[in-house]
């Protein structure tokens, strides 16, 4: 092999090992900034109502992506492009919010909450079949092994406390609605701008909240500094860095693949929460953290479908 043909190869070899390490870093990314939001919002919710809460973050991450795309000069879709980023808004930040959000208004505890979210891998994959995506056997059983991982980790955590039944309930369609607006994304919406995407998602987002900020909680807010400031994190790191770099990841791999990255949420937050709020982390949290990155690498493998 000559001097030009070595170059080339490896050229060629140390591209695909650069948009790994690449595409690595962006997942870490994504998941410090998503996990971060649970800490925040739980500061926010103690100062203002829920409602409210996501329809200011919707709002103001709206005006974020808009002023962001007319400094681009980003073209402007098609109304059809337009109307499946209006699903994915409805489904993957109003529904999905809504619901945990009104979970937890309604009496179900932070780990069960966490524990529906923790689910969104194992409910993608099943949407996902349903809607021809094939799955191995090996990435089933990494995401089964992902799932029993979370179970190990929050075990300390779950308490009912007398939560009703419409709060599960509530959780119930955040989950659906998170793992319905990933599958509908990658199908429906990945040629659209960016910027305009998640602009047009977070303005119909903020439109199904308004109705239960204004007549249910009546805006119920006492803007001190901890709302304040709880807010703006919600809003400029968690939903406008968080949701950019998600949206990013679908257009980059398969709906499962991006989806398996939720079963790391738990445990991260739950770290989170023991140095930013002083919640319980305990050792036994230990082969629960292992079981669910094992069951990541499991189930994502590029080999595992078959």
């Known amino acids: 092999m000559d001097g030009s043909s070595r170059k080339a190869s490896l050229v060629a070899t140390a ?50 992506f808009a002023a962001l795309a007319a400094f681009a000069r980003a073209a402007w879709p098609g109304w059809r492009a337009l109307a499946h980023s209006a699903v994915v808004g409805l489904l993957s930040l109003a529904l999905s919010f809504g619901g945990v959000y009104e979970g937890l208004r309604l009496g179900v505890s932070t780990g069960v909450s966490a524990l529906f979210i923790g689910a969104v891998p194992l409910a993608t994959a099943l949407f996902a079949s349903f809607a021809g995506e094939r799955l191995g056997r090996w990435q089933w059983g990494g995401l089964g092994l992902g799932f029993v991982g979370v179970l190990l980790v929050l075990e300390g955590r779950i308490e009912a406390h007398g939560a ?53 909680e009546h805006f119920q807010s006492d803007w001190s500094p901890t709302y304040v400031g709880a807010l703006a994190w919600i809003v400029l790191v968690n939903a406008v860095g968080g949701f950019a770099l998600l949206f990013a990841l679908i257009r980059r791999g398969a709906a499962t693949d991006v989806a398996a990255l939720f079963y790391l949420v738990p445990p991260i937050t739950a770290v989170m929460g023991y140095f930013v709020l002083g919640e319980r982390l305990a050792l036994s949290m230990l082969p ?6 094992f069951g990541i690498w499991l189930g994502t493998r590029r080999e595992a479908v078959s």
């Open 15 to 64: 591209a695909p090992a650069e948009s790994r390490l690449h595409a690595h870093a962006m997942k870490a990314a994504f998941l410090l900034l998503w996990c971060s939001g649970y800490p925040a919002g739980k500061l926010a919710v103690l100062h203002g109502g829920p409602f409210t809460l996501l329809f200011l973050r919707f709002l103001a991450a709206a005006a974020i």
């Open 164 to 216: 009703s039944t419409a709060g599960y309930f509530a959780c119930l369609l955040g989950l659906i609605g998170l793992s319905l607006g990933t599958l509908y994304q990658k199908r429906h919406s990945a040629t659209i701008d960016l910027r305009i995407g998640l602009a047009a998602q977070h303005v119909v987002a903020a439109l199904a909240m308004l109705p239960l900020a204004l007549w249910v």
């Open 288 to 293: 629960g953290f292992a079981l669910v990155a």
